[in-house]
C-alpha cells in the first residue's frame, strides 16, 4: 500500500467548543487502538482514525456533553472501519479482517475502549510514583527503543541485572495498575 493516506478537511461553519475538542484529543489513542485493534494495518488504521475524525468533527454539534464522548466515538469510528472494508473490498483490495469480524469485535471491544481509558490513568499514577531513575530506564526501553544490552551499558550492569529490573518493575506496576483500578471501582 505504501505510504499512509490522509485526507484534509474543511472546518465546519461553527468550529466545535473546547469541550469538545478536548474530548476528542484526550481519546485520539483509544480511538486509534480500536481501528487499529479492527483493521490490522497501521495505514489502514490511520485512514480509519481520519474518517472518524472528519465525521467527529462535522457531527461535534450532536454530542451531548452529559454522555460519554468515547462510547459516541467508538461507534463512528466502528462505522468508518466498516466503510472503509467496503471501500477495500469493492476495489479488490486484500483486507486482514472481513466486515462481519469487525462487527463483532466491535461489539465486543466497546467496554474494553472505556476500560483502556482507566488503566491508563492508572498507569500515569503509577508512572509517577516511580524514582526517577526507573522511569528512565522504562522509557529507554519502550519509548526510545534501546534494547536491554544497549541499556546495561549506558548504566554500567549486567543484561541480566537489567533483565531483572525491567520484569520487577513491570510486575510492580502491573500490581500498581490493578490497585488503583481496584480503588477506581469501589469508590
Given at each position: 500500500m505504501g505510504e499512509p493516506r490522509f485526507c484534509m478537511f474543511a472546518a465546519?461553519?461553527?468550529?466545535?467548543?473546547?469541550?469538545?475538542?478536548?474530548?476528542?484529543?484526550k481519546h485520539q489513542t483509544a480511538l486509534r487502538g480500536f481501528c487499529q485493534a479492527a483493521l490490522g494495518r497501521e495505514d489502514d488504521a490511520m485512514?480509519?482514525?481520519?474518517?472518524?475524525?472528519?465525521?467527529l468533527w462535522k457531527k461535534a454539534a450532536s454530542w451531548d456533553p452529559?454522555?460519554?464522548f468515547l462510547r459516541w466515538a467508538t461507534a463512528v469510528a466502528r462505522f468508518e472501519v466498516l466503510a472503509l472494508?467496503?471501500?477495500?473490498?469493492?476495489?479488490?483490495?486484500?483486507?486482514?479482517?472481513?466486515s462481519d469480524l469487525v462487527e463483532l469485535m466491535a461489539e465486543e471491544g466497546g467496554d474494553d475502549v472505556e476500560a483502556f481509558e482507566s488503566r491508563q490513568r492508572?498507569?500515569?499514577?503509577?508512572?509517577?510514583?516511580?524514582?526517577?531513575?526507573?522511569?528512565?530506564v522504562l522509557a529507554a526501553h519502550?519509548?526510545?527503543?534501546?534494547?536491554?544490552?544497549e541499556i546495561?551499558?549506558?548504566?554500567?550492569?549486567?543484561?541480566?541485572?537489567?533483565?531483572?529490573?525491567?520484569?520487577?518493575?513491570?510486575?510492580?506496576?502491573?500490581?500498581?495498575?490493578?490497585?488503583k483500578l481496584a480503588s477506581e471501582v469501589g469508590r
Open positions: 465546519p461553519d461553527l468550529p466545535p467548543d473546547s469541550e469538545f475538542i478536548c474530548a476528542l484529543t485512514e480509519a482514525l481520519q474518517r472518524t475524525n472528519l465525521v452529559t454522555t460519554s472494508i467496503r471501500d477495500r473490498q469493492r476495489f479488490s483490495e486484500r483486507m486482514v479482517f472481513d492508572a498507569l500515569a499514577l503509577c508512572w509517577a510514583e516511580l524514582l526517577p531513575k526507573h522511569r528512565e519502550y519509548a526510545s527503543g534501546c534494547s536491554m544490552r546495561a551499558e549506558s548504566r554500567q550492569m549486567g543484561v541480566s541485572a537489567v533483565k531483572v529490573m525491567m520484569l520487577r518493575l513491570r510486575q510492580g506496576l502491573a500490581s500498581c495498575i490493578g490497585q
